[in-house]
């Protein structure tokens, strides 16, 4: 009787231990099961009478990075989980529709807006996460008035000057005084549809770029050589030119880009000084983008390619979407050919104004290039590397007929686009 | 009494039976989404090239600069023959290691490799430690010229190589110096290989 008593006990402590053990397996893997609806992110557009907004869920706290390229909003989220997206049907006034598109980073979303002149604010709940994101339209004003106050996205942005981080910021315009000898009166009108001109001085801020032997930095160089290109574009030509830089600051290779596409650059020249191993390294050389795509990529691309300039029009509303998502990534793809061209330009005149040596006209994977949605080329003016160059790149005077080269190619590109 | 045994087996069963599920519902769940269990195919299996029984060593072609053109030279050295990584591994040793005819280093003498994996579709991830950009001497030639001597290095001796992706310290890097874009991989580049 005892024995079968002490069989029941252990009977009843192992029916306790399996019931503890079920319980603990349940309760444990019951809010992994939940979290896979928590992933899920939601989007919806709301019309207002002045405004509209776009709102933004999800279950999961997201890390998020708000960028507007012309006519889109580029809404990066961050998470370590992988998300869902589901979007209401979009009705609205201003937004066209919502893009999704998991990337190497992260996710983004791009809001699609009819027209590039809008600015927007944007407010952000982390738990449980809700962005909104209010998007007014500009108020209408001549065309070539002075930026809109209003575009700034953060009060404090509104003190600082025109470069820098603030990539959402336009840019102002100075006003071109006195109207003398102008070359481009000679030009034809389909040159002048040209406006603006982005420099991007090379390096700066901590980011040294490449140092000479004796104690040069690239990122010294390529700002006294913008500035001067820069002043001499702006008194012979009436054309707008927006630097990257005006200041020995840090600005990131996509803020560059970024600044040219918020900028509408209808060129872009980003100016460096060479290094290399070896110190005998010498001349100047202009490289445009070469861009190795996915088999993907490529098709979508070789389809941009065939269609561009005027590829947006040609392009059937429902592709759009997945087409602007390469923009994002690799929208200098769409203009290689004009590209080159620029920088043959541009190289015959460095090798006729310079006495430098020609390393001629080259392609490679630049950072700065990959993103910027006009023609753009990279100058490589002289090995900073190389004492002898180091020397010239140093001396006013050799800067000052770089800038003279890049402008003459700049002329004579302008004078070819007809 | 038998009654009662054939009901306690029939618990035992039931309990069984629930452990049983709930341990295959947890596997169903964990293993998840598809994307989530993305693991890199790391010391996929190895073709071959040797008997693994002796140490046989073989003959590879490795890519330097030089101070007179802006060209890669080819320098043969021998490593031991052993799976795809461990040669990738060498053969940037050996490239760190310098050359023996006089060319110059493609890379600063400081750095460290710290892992390489290949994945199935032929991308061989290679990861430096911090100096290869705190030491770089920087400037768009010398980034070429780093990039393109392991590059072609590494493509032109192990087959199962096809395309080159650079890590720093176990991240993905911008750039080395500010110019040339890490975050996409590299193809082998002949035509700056010196004939």
Known sequence: MARRQKAAHIYALKKLIFLLFSIFILWSFFPYVFSQTNNLVQ????????????????????????????SSLEVRLKSPESLRFRSEPVRSRLVRALGWASTKQGYLIAIDCATA???????????????????????????????????????????SSSVGHEVNAPIPIKNIGKVENRDDLSLPPAARRIRTIVIDPGHGGLETGARGPNGTLEKDITLAISLKLKE????????????????????????????????RADLFISIHANGAFRPKAHGSETYFLSLK?????????????????????????????????????????????????????????????????????????????????????????????????????????????????????????????? | MKRRRTKRIKLFLFFFLLILASGLALLFFLSGPGEKVKVMAKKEAAPQESSPAEPLRRQVILYFPSAEDDLLHPELREIKAASPEIEAEEIIQELM????????????????????????????????????????PSGSAAELTTIYAIVNSL???????????????????????????????FSALPSIIAR
């Not at chain 1, 279950?59 to 960028?67: A, I, K, R, Y």
């Not at chain 1, 008194?235 to 918020?262: G, I, Y």
């Not at chain 2, 032109?156 to 991240?171: T, Y």
């Open chain 1, 232 to 263: 001499m574009i702006e008194r012979r030509l009436a054309l707008r030119v927006v630097l990257t830089r005006d200041k020995d600051v840090d600005v990131s290779l996509e803020n560059r880009a970024a600044l040219a596409n918020n900028n």
């Open chain 2, 97 to 136: 290691a310098g050359s023996k005819e006089g060319y110059l280093s493609p890379l600063p003498p400081q750095t460290r490799i710290r892992q390489v994996f290949i994945t199935r579709d032929g991308t061989a991830y290679v990861d430096f430690s911090r100096e290869l950009v705190e030491r770089h």
């Open chain 1, 117 to 159: 002149d809008f600015y927007y604010k944007n407010s952000i709940q982390p738990r449980p996460f809700r962005l909104e994101i209010e998007l007014r339209l500009i108020p209408q004003q001549e065309e070539h008035s002075q930026p809109q106050p209003q575009i700034q996205v953060k009060p404090e942005e509104k003190m």
């Open chain 1, 293 to 418: 795509a996915s088999d993907e990529e490529a098709r979508r691309l070789a389809y941009l390619e065939n269609n561009s300039p005027e590829f947006e029009k040609k392009i059937e509303e429902e592709n759009q979407n997945q087409i602007m998502m390469i923009l994002w990534d690799m929208a200098q793809a769409a203009f290689l050919k004009q590209s080159s061209e620029l920088a043959e330009i541009i190289q015959t005149e460095l090798n006729k104004l310079l006495g430098t040596a020609n390393r001629g006209v080259k392609q490679a994977p630049f950072k700065v290039l990959t993103g910027v949605a006009c023609p753009a080329v990279l100058v490589e003016v002289a090995f900073i590397s190389n004492p002898e160059e180091e020397a010239k790149l140093k001396d006013e005077n050799f800067q000052a007929s770089v800038a003279e080269a890049i402008y003459q190619g700049l002329l004579n590109y302008l004078r070819k686009i007809t």
């Open chain 1, 43 to 70: 989007a919806k557009v709301e019309d207002r009478t002045d405004s509209t907004r776009v709102i933004i869920t999800s279950g999961l706290p997201l890390e998020v990075f708000l960028n507007k390229f012309g």
């Open chain 2, 155 to 185: 493509i032109s001796n192990i087959k199962s190589i096809k395309q080159v992706f650079f890590l720093i310290e176990g991240s993905e890097r911008e750039t080395l110096s500010g110019h040339i874009n890490l975050n996409r991989p």
